[in-house]
Nanobody, 122 residues
């Protein structure tokens, strides 16, 4: 069974930094794209950042220049470095993996992590 596990959330003051991690497990052979989404209280889930298998990236306008997504393909892990955090960045952050292939030949179209809470407050 393929699973994604996020970590690294917490409470940080405005202007501070946090680094989120998301590790995929489950006899994985390859993962196509990986992404981070977030959902603030009372709002819909929104896309934050995206990284393809060739390490090209895209960012939502609201985080561009402040956040950086990266991945470790050897360990099937994706990271989100968040700098210059603002109160409006407060949300549960979710990891997403697209087109996951296992060493046993199974293919999963996508998987989501359980989320990690980031709170930006003084």
């Amino acid at each position: 069974q393929v699973q994604l596990l996020e970590s690294g959330g917490g409470l940080v003051q405005p202007g501070g930094s946090l680094r989120l991690s998301c590790a995929a497990s489950g006899s994985i052979a390859s993962i196509n794209a990986m992404a981070w989404y977030r959902q603030a209280p009372g709002r819909q889930r929104e896309w934050v950042a995206f990284i393809r298998s060739d390490n090209t990236t895209d960012y939502a306008r609201s985080v561009k220049g402040r956040f950086a997504i990266s991945r470790d393909n050897a360990n099937y892990t994706v990271y989100l470095q968040m700098n210059s955090l603002k109160p409006e960045d407060t949300a549960v952050y979710y990891c997403n993996a697209d087109t996951i292939r296992t060493i046993r030949g199974a293919t999963y179209s996508e998987r989501w992590g359980q989320g990690t809470l980031v709170t930006v407050s003084s």
